[in-house]
């Protein structure tokens, strides 16, 4: 069942141990939808770019936050992360018991399931916590402390990820924070299932969804994607590959700080720096 969404308040975020193992789960029930293979384009950059965290760690402990009414996600996780690092141990943890217990035959060596929320049940720094599809049931006001209270649980080198896509991952756009700040905006498109690249932008997640109105950073950034995307319509005839990877090279000419480059970009992929998209006071 769904819980009515209640604000996540200061004595929640504050009222807990270093190991986040007392009281109530700071959270709330959430619809749980899933679907398999949702959370490949996240994914497939958890395992991209972003290996060297998992490589590097003392400690190669990964947590699946709000993984949703069934595992399949979770489960999809720890299997694309062992070929990264063998060692790895992901934890799936939903704030609905009988979810976590649906879950507990799938448990092995390196996979388990635990009844939790933000302030992450598990002993241990994580290197990478995912969060899909979660905080966009908050308000917008509450973002920041749930933030700090992740935050606070990463690893040297750990990275927060607060992201949201469609029901079966075609339009994906996710945040990346380390333990001090947000570092980066990341949006994944499967070609073909959109008209313009702004189309993402109802997958925004929620420290962005509501700023994507004129004046606002990361509404300049869709409408700069849109107008190269435009631009770069003579490469159409080559797919829509060739047009996107145009759209990109126009971008970071014109002065966008992108983080990638044409490795991700042929796959429907692109980052930028969290600086150009932030909201405005």
């Known amino acids: 069942m769904v819980q009515k969404a209640e604000r996540v308040t200061a ?9 986040g193992r007392q009281g109530r789960p700071v959270g709330n029930v959430t619809r749980g939808t899933t ?35 069934t595992p399949a996600t979770a489960v999809e ?7 990264v ?20 035959p799938l448990q092995r ?36 402390g749930i933030w700090r209270l992740v935050q606070d649980r990463l690893a040297p080198d750990g990275l927060f990820i607060d992201g949201t896509c469609d029901e079966i991952g ?12 947000p570092l980066s905006l990341s949006v994944s498109v499967r070609f073909g299932s959109f008209a313009l690249p702004s189309d993402v932008a109802e997958r925004l997640p929620k420290a962005l969804i509501h700023r994507n109105v004129p004046g606002e950073r990361v509404h300049t950034f869709m409408q700069a994607m849109d107008r190269a995307w435009l631009e770069a319509a003579p490469l ?29 970009w042929r796959l429907g992929e692109l980052t930028v720096d969290w600086e150009a998209v932030a909201p405005l006071a």
């Open 170 to 181: 075609r339009r994906v756009a996710w945040l990346a924070l380390d333990a001090k700040r």
């Open 109 to 144: 060596p390196g996979l388990s399931f635990h009844v939790g929320g933000f302030e992450l049940p598990v002993p241990g720094r994580p290197v990478l916590v995912r969060a899909f599809n979660v905080l966009r049931q908050y308000e917008e006001a509450d973002v920041a």
């Open 11 to 19: 004595p929640q975020i504050t009222g807990r141990n270093p190991a």
């Open 236 to 264: 159409a005839s080559f797919g829509n590959r060739q047009r996107w990877q145009g759209m990109c090279r126009a971008l970071r000419d014109a002065g966008w700080p992108l983080q990638d480059g044409p490795a991700r």
């Open 77 to 83: 996780l720890s299997e694309r992360l062992s070929a």
């Open 85 to 104: 690092r063998p060692d790895v141990r992901v934890c799936g943890i939903e704030i609905e018991p009988e979810r976590v217990r649906a879950a507990l």
């Open 35 to 69: 679907n398999p293979n949702r959370m490949r384009r996240l994914d497939r950059w958890l395992t991209g770019p972003q290996a060297w965290r998992l490589r590097a760690a003392a400690d190669p402990l990964v947590v699946d936050l709000g993984y949703g009414a």
